[in-house]
């Protein structure tokens, strides 16, 4: 979003239609997504859905706001109630509970490019669901430049979301 609220894909700096997202300036094209991760982010979106009801939206690969230079579309993004669902804006900062990325052979990507800009844009609970080493990356306390902690849980450990810590995962 510019400063009027406008978004790169209303400005004509992005089409709709490609598959692509902006993150800090720069236009990433977005990979096809393999069966393993399309049925990972699935499952992973279905499952916060029946935890969270009724408590936070499930978006799936989606634009947040996050910036005037920023508009990525995380896997899933768990963000606030909105009675319109985001017709008139995208989830910004304020509105989002936790952003989930699926890795399957962008780990490094999600690490090291879209880490820093979620940080960056004070997103609280970042992870990412590392298909092929079945680990969960957790980032939290966003600082400038990227989160100060990184926890890596294995597949049968319990964590809790930040914004509700009284609901296991």
Not at 124 to 134: A, G, P, T, W
Request: aromatic share 8%.
């Amino acid at each position: 979003m510019d400063s009027r609220g406008i978004s790169p894909t209303e400005t004509g700096i992005l089409n709709p239609d490609e598959r692509v997202e902006l993150i800090d300036g720069q236009i990433i094209s977005i990979s096809a997504k393999n069966p393993p991760h399309a049925a990972t982010n699935l499952c992973a979106a279905d499952y916060l859905k029946n935890l969270l009801a009724r408590l936070a939206l499930i978006r799936i690969q989606d634009p947040i706001a996050l910036s005037y230079n920023s508009e990525p579309e995380p896997d899933i993004a768990v963000v606030q109630i909105d009675p319109r669902l985001y017709q008139d804006f995208h989830p910004a900062p304020a509105n989002i509970f936790l952003l989930v990325e699926i890795a399957d052979t962008t780990l490094e990507t999600d690490r090291k490019r879209k880490a820093p800009a979620y940080a960056k844009a004070g997103i609280n609970d970042y992870s990412i669901l590392d298909f092929n080493r079945r680990q969960v990356y957790v980032f939290r306390e966003p600082g400038e430049a990227n989160y100060r902690l990184e926890t890596v849980f294995n597949k049968d450990d319990v964590l809790s979301m930040l914004a509700f810590p009284e609901i296991e995962v």
